[in-house]
């Protein structure tokens, strides 16, 4: 049996190379949940990005794990119920702070921004307002008191307030007009809101909020057009708040790209402002796996759109989520499970922040090879989407020579012609920019 020198050598090499890959590997591994990782609003402050949720009274009252999960986790926060009308106004002459002022004391001291939620809402208004017989000035009067009062209490101090909530109508996207406040006032209700807010705060953001308006239909574009008539008239306002109470199995589309860009066509920002993504229990095996990708396309969505400017949920953990109580049989729908532990949805948060907007797929041409449409760009992940006009095209592929930088389209019902809108939409949420092709 030889002895040959060098071996001795080669060992120590070799445990040396073996003892560095490990620390490699251990270092550039992240465990999802162990004490390492950083919290959601670390990553969001890193990009400038306000990651946030709405806080419950009963909780933040009596379960520490709550307000700690809280603080260390989000950089904004909403009162769920607080700041509503129930809550802060018990009769016309006396207003109840205690709540609003402990969210937001707790909210400066923890350095979060806050949204106040909601001025004007046909919902939980107390029964001595809409059981009150009010004429219409008087109504005019309480409304212009309330939200002075409420708005100038915090002034300087709320970051954007949700001045009027769901005052559009789910099918017709006319204006609702069995809520209290048109019955009593009429339409010009929603003007007068945002004026008296600007006079309260000079300088908050001022936003209308509402549900099912995300995408394109009857609502969003009903939204749309208050919208577009309230900047013609002057109303001093400042954006638009998505709720996105959702359905387990959501996912963004072109729809929400091109509904976002003629929101900001009228100069305003949008916010995600209630999120949940809630799931029929019990729930199946997947289930927690594709809330996750909804909430990993809400928020690269958001990411990448520049007029988004926050993401709200409605509430952290599911142990304490409006869910249950309002869709009976539902739930499941936060980012927290039950005992606060975080959920495949946290960490597609977490890494869709980390990550951001880095790895955003790119059309820079699109030339038509006899019943193919050749894309190419940069990015392209394998299961990349195609869309035309925001028509999903059915068979899509990446190339086998060249797999991330083009993608070949077969002739799928639809031909392509000059001026037609190209997008992509890679498997990670994330879209490329609109590509208009010309012949
Ligand atoms: C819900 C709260 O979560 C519940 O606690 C309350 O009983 C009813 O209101 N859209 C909104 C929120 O704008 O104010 C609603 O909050 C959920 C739907």
Known sequence: MGWRIGEPIMDTCRVIFVSLSLVILVLSTRVPGTAQDRPLRI???????????????????????????????????????AFKWD???????????????ALVDFAEANHMKIRGHTLVWHSQIPSWLSGGNFTRDEVISILREHILTIV??????????DVVNEAVNDSSGALRTSSFWFQTIGPDYIKLAFEYARDGDPDARLYYNDYSIEDLGAKSTGVYNLMSSLKSQGAPIDGVGWQMHQIN??????????????????GLEISITEMDVRMSLPSAPDDLNQQSIAYRDAINFCLTTPNCTALLTWGFTDKHSWIPGFFAG????????????????????????????????????????????????????????????????????NSLESPSV??????????????????????????????????
């Open 43 to 81: 990553y969001a402050d890193e990009r400038g990005f306000l990651i946030g949720t709405a806080v419950a009274m009963t909780p933040f009252r009596s379960e520490s794990i709550y307000n700690e999960t809280l603080k260390n986790e989000f950089n904004i926060l909403v009162a769920e119920n």
């Open 87 to 101: 809550s802060v106004r018990p009769s016309r002459d006396t207003f109840n702070f205690a709540d609003t002022d």
């Open 152 to 161: 100038g209490r915090y002034r300087g101090r709320v970051w954007a307030w």
């Open 249 to 266: 199995g959501f996912r963004t589309d072109p729809a929400h790209k091109t509904n976002a860009k003629r929101i900001a066509g009228l």
């Open 330 to 397: 539902w739930g499941d729908a936060l980012i927290f499970d039950s005992s606060y532990q975080p959920k495949p949805a946290y960490f597609a948060l977490r890494d869709a922040l980390i990550q951001g907007a880095d790895s955003a797929p790119a059309i820079s041409g699109a030339q038509r090879d006899r019943k193919k449409l050749l894309i190419n760009g940069g990015g392209f992940l394998e299961g990349a989407e195609f869309f035309i006009n925001g028509e999903k095209q059915k068979k899509v592929f």
């Open 406 to 439: 083009t993608l070949v389209a077969k002739k799928s019902g639809k031909k392509v012609r000059t001026g037609d809108i190209l997008l992509v939409k890679n498997p990670d949420g994330l879209f490329s920019n609109e590509f208009v092709y010309s012949h």
